[in-house]
């Protein structure tokens, strides 16, 4: 009977119940979001972003077997939309030049942040981890 019973009582627990989603962070401005970001996607490509407190901006993408591209530049305004200068730009194949853009901080949670980057009218969007240390 004992048996029994420990078996109902096993049987009748609920599921843990999951975590809840990371909390979302204020945003300001590029000192916000400023530190090492990395992330990749399905073609194997890896990203690497970096975002000084003073807006200073380091964009490097592994492509695999295609060349390394650079994006760098300047963060500038306030809140999650940002503008972004860039004083090198070598992603776009067509056009290798400096250019304006903007970036919006899509979410924000201190580990992961999510931004869309828009240059030329074309937006790219991409979650990225912070580095470990």
Do not use: F
Request: one cysteine or more.
């Amino acid at each position: 009977m004992r048996l029994l019973l420990l078996v109902a009582l096993a049987a009748c627990g609920q599921k843990a119940k999951p975590a809840p989603p990371p909390a979302e962070l204020e945003v300001t401005g590029a000192a916000s979001i400023a530190g090492e970001w990395v992330a990749d996607d399905e073609m194997s490509w890896s990203y690497a972003l970096s975002i000084k407190p003073d807006g200073k901006l380091v964009g490097k993408i592994d492509r695999g077997k295609l060349p390394r591209c650079d994006r760098e530049g300047t963060l500038s305004g306030t809140g999650k939309q940002l503008q972004l200068a860039m004083t090198k730009n070598t992603c776009e194949q067509a056009q290798l030049h400096a250019s304006t853009g903007q970036l919006e901080v899509a979410s924000y949670t201190g580990s992961s942040l999510t931004i869309v980057v828009t240059v030329d009218g074309k937006p790219e969007r991409r979650t990225y981890t912070r580095r470990a240390n």
